[in-house]
């Protein structure tokens, strides 16, 4: 079935805001998994055997313990034990900070 409205359309926006968003993605896609610049990090003056003047380091620090995540996945880990053979897919696990 088609509509005759595209999908950005349909959720309300407009085009500077679709413009916004492929401008958004398009940035991400150069970002790697620690917030680095692809391009710098793929770069040849950021290996280790490049001493340069220009080169590029980076430092490693950790490991580092996320303890929201954590108690989750103990949490998850605790039910599964205690419900055996019951089929947990679908469910999921929520974590609130609390006061």
Do not use: C
């Amino acid at each position: 079935m088609k509509l005759g409205i595209s999908h950005a359309e349909l959720l309300g926006w407009g085009e500077d805001q679709v413009e916004l968003m492929l401008a958004y993605q398009t940035f991400m896609n150069g970002i790697g998994p620690n917030g680095e610049r692809m391009s710098e990090a793929t770069s040849p003056k950021a290996a280790l055997e490049y001493y340069g003047e220009d080169r590029i380091r980076y430092a490693v620090t950790g490991p580092h313990t996320n303890h929201a995540e954590k108690m989750r996945l103990d949490a998850i880990a605790a039910y599964q034990k205690s419900a055996g053979d019951e089929n947990t897919n679908g469910m999921f696990w929520s974590v609130d900070k609390v006061d």
